[in-house]
């Protein structure tokens, strides 16, 4: 019997043994290996890419999943990637699924509807979560919305410490010298991080970068 040969990507190690565990008593998928952001995926494919799917969350360090999921769909077209997120937002959708994604699951499904998830797009389906599914409908019906969520760039409002942050994280500081940098804790650096990629409508630090500079908020 051939396996399914599977990646686990996610930056929290708890909820990746978590993913591990609910697939455990399917004998026909093989766990090749758990990484811990996009950047480590590609230098694992780059040495072998013979994986058959990737289980892929949205908000990492270094490079982020739905940037992930298009260089891999770029280099590697024959590998299928499911989105495995706690992110249900209209603009992670429509990014992902725009990025290549072959389906989205939310992280709270169980692992007898992962699995099948899982078989489904290996066959070629388009696997998601019943929400993402009503959530997926609506952007086709009404388009103007994905333009929103595309092209927006409304002037955003960056706290004080927010551009702080912004700062150093454009002068390719850590988050852990940020936090040194700033007296605050590696946690709260993330926070402030996550919250600066929502208002800016990015999914990394060079768009970050970027968008902030544009506006003058940097």
Known sequence: MNKIKLAIVDDNTFLARAIKEKLSDFEDLDIKYMVYNGSELLSKLEKNHNLDLVLMDI??????????VRIVKQKYPHIKVLMLTVFDNDENIFNAIQ???DGYL???IEGHKLYNAITETIEGGAAMSPSIAVKTLKLLRYPEKQES??????DV??????????EQLAEGL????IANNLFLSPSTVRKHIENIYRKLQVHNKLEAVQKARRQSLI
């Open 59 to 68: 908000e990492m360090p270094v490079l982020d999943g739905i940037e992930t």
């Open 99 to 101: 990025a290549g994604a």
């Open 106 to 108: 939310l992280k709270e």
């Open 149 to 154: 969520l595309s092209v927006q760039e409304d």
């Open 157 to 166: 409002s960056l706290s004080s410490r927010e551009k702080e942050v912004l």
């Open 174 to 177: 850590s988050y852990t010298v």
